[in-house]
């Protein structure tokens, strides 16, 4: 069943609401409060999986938490401007079944491939920017190369 683009942008917004609500109740400062509602939807974000099929009810996938918290990659090791951590896209790629083959439509500078490089996963990544396709195949083969060293090691 495809995805609702609109009910996701509500389920956002609310989301967005909630926790606004939830920090004004809490500060004393609404100016400030209001400054990071604002900025919120920046410091977000959200991702989207899906499968060409049904997924087998009894699969070896463990069940997800719904919110993760991970430090920024630091402006100078950041390789795009919205990198995500390496460490994050591990911890979502546990629910891919082994044998599946991660596709990343918008690829970025490849923190989802190099996370498939370090788990052995089959990867598909597309960037329409070359200097960001080049940074990411890089990124991608240094890290196979590395999980290569240590499992020889």
């Given amino acids: 069943m495809p995805v609702n683009a609109t009910l996701l942008q509500q ?3 609310l989301i967005h609401e909630q926790v606004v609500n939830s920090i ?9 409060v209001m400054q990071l509602g604002r900025r919120l939807a920046n410091m977000t974000s959200n991702v989207v999986w899906g499968s060409n099929g049904n997924l087998p009810v009894n699969r070896d996938a463990p069940c997800l938490p719904g919110v993760y918290s991970y430090v920024n990659v630091p402006s100078a090791k950041r390789h795009h401007q919205t990198e995500k951590p390496v460490e994050l896209m591990e911890d979502l790629l546990q629910i891919v079944p082994g044998r599946a083959v991660v596709l990343d439509p918008f690829m970025g500078s490849g923190s989802t491939g190099v996370a498939c490089a370090h788990m052995e996963r089959d990867f598909i990544g597309i960037e329409l920017n070359r200097q960001y396709y080049d ?4 990124r991608i083969e240094q890290a ?3 999980r290569k060293t240590q499992l020889l090691n």
């Avoid at 940074?135 to 890089?138: L, V």
Wanted: aromatic share 0%.
């Fill in 135 to 138: 940074t990411a195949k890089s």
């Fill in 11 to 13: 389920a956002e917004a």
């Fill in 24 to 32: 004004m109740q809490d500060s004393p400062r609404q100016s400030v």
């Fill in 144 to 146: 196979r190369v590395e």
